[in-house]
């Protein structure tokens, strides 16, 4: 059997994002000392710094007296917490064209589960090297480490990606501040000093948290990342070496990766039914959302040349401008495909043909625009029949049959809402022999009926209905019928409800 794939996980660590941030949007302050300030406890405290600040002696939790005092020409801004989330926010799906296992990791960090993704990108260290060129040519200071576990990860990340894990500080493990004082106050200062003491030692003393910590950082307790949006249960990439912007270019690099996606599902035994796109700029920049086209299908389908069809006809919508460099397909909505027996000749079948036809019409008009009337369990004629996909499940009755009555005829239009006329017909049962519909009088040559149709048990609103087949003097076949049941004294309401061809 096949040992699994280790684990890895890159952590990414930005310790200057909101000054970043701030920079960004004044570029003539970037290389002046600059610091964010927060208010706590009735005082303004420095909350994060840029390194021109750092380098003159201002550092992080300092009162802001005591920073101005230290450098003057210290600029100040507020900080902004919420905002800073947002851009984390924005930075982490940025991250996702690497890998669409990337989540916010605290307010300065994300965490990226690269198993299996690097070789895309020439390995851990090319896929590092290119993520923290391109923060920085963002205007982001970033450290980055890759381990086998979150929790070294994020350790490696802030204390140092060279250094042994065991010499790290037991800050490293993501432990509380007093937590951390109590270790030092007993000479524990080192990961590595935490193994010479029993675990039960451990507990006792400081609490569980260190041990749990402990055996995160190690991998002795699973610690799960959650991705920032779900993943979708297949999905292939193509990490070009040079970007391309052709049409034809872009055509090729989507059969392949339509090829590879239906390999795939092909493995596991299902078709696609809804298909994203993404096309990833060489100027991308972190705020912007990368291209996408997306297609569905009325049933699964795993042959690339159908797909292809599809994606065909939205190619066009494509801005590739310098060039695209990354392009990722998903099939973000897949069902089960069993195995079926192709026609001798290759031609395809006839329920594939009008699959096709459908998925093009759906793709080009839009999913709602063709629709097929499927029964409904109602005697109400207006409710009886509901729009449905093409390609949706029909409902039958509990006996095996039709839900709509074929033993009886049914108009082949119906008025939706039923007109309202004037009739006249003797009581109680008799059909109209005449009525005026939309000003035209008709008189009534022949007449069969009546049919009661009554609404559902749990409908109040529906009263009964009689319904007649009308022929008129001039052969035209109607529908109507009388609302209610006969009461003496009271004018009956008639409606026309459908035509007869």
């Known amino acids: 059997m096949a040992g699994r794939t280790a684990r890895r996980i890159l952590s990414l660590w930005l310790p200057r994002l909101p000054t970043d941030a701030y920079s960004r949007r004044h570029p003539e302050r970037s290389g002046h000392p600059l610091a964010a300030i927060l208010a706590e406890r009735g005082r303004l405290g420095v909350a994060a710094v840029n390194r021109a600040a750092e380098e003159a002696g201002v550092l992080p939790a300092m009162s802001l007296a005591d920073a101005r005092a230290i450098e003057p020409a210290l600029a100040v801004f507020d900080a902004a917490p919420e905002s800073d989330a947002r851009l984390l926010e924005r930075i982490a799906g940025w991250c996702t064209r690497y890998t669409p296992w990337a989540t916010p990791d605290g307010p300065d960090g994300v965490a990226l589960d690269i198993t299996g993704c690097a070789h895309l990108f020439g390995g851990e260290e090319a896929m590092a090297a290119d993520l923290s060129a391109r923060l920085g040519a963002a205007g982001f200071e970033s450290r980055l480490a890759v381990a086998d576990t979150p929790a070294a990860a994020w350790a490696l990340a802030r204390f140092g990606a060279e250094s042994p894990f065991p010499t790290l500080p037991v800050a490293a493990l993501r432990l509380p501040p007093a937590t951390v004082d109590g270790l030092a106050a007993v000479g524990l200062r080192r990961i590595g000093d935490l193994h010479a003491i029993p675990r039960a030692t451990l507990a006792a003393r400081f609490g569980p948290e260190v041990l749990r910590r402990l055996d995160q950082a190690f991998g002795r307790l699973d610690e799960p990342l959650s991705p920032r949006l779900p993943v979708p249960p297949h999905c292939v990439r193509l990490a070009l070496a040079e970007p391309i912007a052709t049409a034809e270019s872009i055509a090729e690099a989507l059969r392949h990766l339509l090829a590879a996606l239906c390999a795939r599902l092909e493995a596991s035994g299902e078709g696609a039914r809804r298909l994203l796109l993404e096309l990833h700029r060489v100027d991308r920049r972190l705020e912007d959302a990368p291209q996408t086209l997306a297609i569905g299908t009325g049933r699964p389908v795993r042959r690339p040349d159908p797909l292809m069809r599809l994606f065909a006809q939205k190619l066009d919508r494509v801005e590739p401008g310098p060039g695209l460099e990354l392009m990722v397909l998903s099939a973000t909505e897949a069902g089960p495909l069993a195995a079926a027996q192709a026609s001798l000749d290759g031609a395809a079948d006839g329920d594939a043909a009008l699959g096709e036809l459908v998925d093009r019409l759906n793709n080009r008009l839009g999913e709602r625009a063709v629709l097929r009337l499927v029964p409904r369990q109602s005697w109400l004629p207006e409710r009886s029949v509901a729009p449905a996909p093409v390609f949706a499940p029909v ?106 061809g």
């Open 395 to 500: 409902l039958t009755s509990t006996t095996g049959g039709s839900l709509w009555p074929a033993d009886r005829p049914r108009p082949v239009r119906l008025l939706a809402p039923p007109d309202p006329i004037e009739a006249m017909a003797p009581v109680p049962d008799d059909p109209p022999v005449m009525f005026r519909w939309r000003g035209a009088l008709h008189r009534v040559r022949h007449a069969d009926g009546p049919e009661r149709i009554e609404a559902e048990w749990w409908r109040r609103d529906g009263e009964p209905r009689d319904y007649y087949r009308v022929e008129d003097e001039a052969g035209r076949r109607f529908w109507v019928f009388r609302q209610g049941l006969y009461r003496p004294g009271v004018t009956a309401l008639w409606f026309l409800h459908g035509f007869f």
